[in-house]
């Protein structure tokens, strides 16, 4: 398939705000990839499609995972919204016939990112913190620190969603902690 086809493709399977910043995810991602010297072509469908079952119902979403033979932590149980990474990264190998693992594993981690994170993982997780439509409190900053270092920015994506969940008093999945913790002993 194309880029085209997989726009098409996601325009039908979301609304209009989720479609436009899938949009703009890919954009970012492809800017990201130009800067730190990661696959361009890689970046732009991994970011087009990063989103691509977050709008199927959680059902679905969870037939997707347990027909894959993917059993579910208790986190991920008890966080529908960490669901759509999962069943997205399923999809987009079963439905569209994508076999580059960079990536399935670009869908499937920018969510709760992991130890490890390739240059591709990395890049999606940020590009959906920094895409063009973002406007929380702090986005700014991460923008900042996302044309300064990869690293600064997945430091501060990752410390921004653990302290947003245990604020909320919702769990944290383990593969945050762990590349939080990757970054910080690293920088030492």
């Not at 990474?85 to 499937?108: H, P, T, Y």
């Amino acid at each position: 398939m194309s880029f085209d086809d997989y726009k098409k493709l996601i325009k039908g399977r979301m609304g209009e705000k989720r479609y436009r910043h899938s949009v703009n995810v890919s954009k970012e991602a492809v800017r990201l990839a130009e800067k730190y010297g990661a696959d361009v072509q890689k970046a732009k469908i991994a970011g087009i499609l990063h989103d691509v079952t977050k709008e199927t119902p959680f059902d679905e979403q969870l037939k997707i995972i347990t027909d894959s033979g993917i059993i579910l932590d208790d986190v991920q149980k008890n966080s529908q919204k960490l669901w759509h990474s999962l069943s997205g990264s399923i999809f987009v190998q079963k439905e569209l016939g994508i076999d580059d693992e960079d990536i399935i594993n670009a869908i499937k981690y920018h969510t709760s990112g992991r130890a490890d994170m390739s240059l591709l993982e990395r890049i999606i997780f940020i590009a959906d913190f920094t895409s063009e439509e973002r406007d929380y409190d702090g986005v700014e900053i991460m923008r900042k620190k996302a044309d300064e270092s990869l690293e600064e920015a997945m430091a501060f994506g990752l410390a921004y969603t653990i302290a947003d969940l245990a604020s909320r008093n919702l769990p944290i999945h383990p593969n945050a902690l762990e590349a939080y913790n990757q970054i910080m002993i690293n920088r030492k």
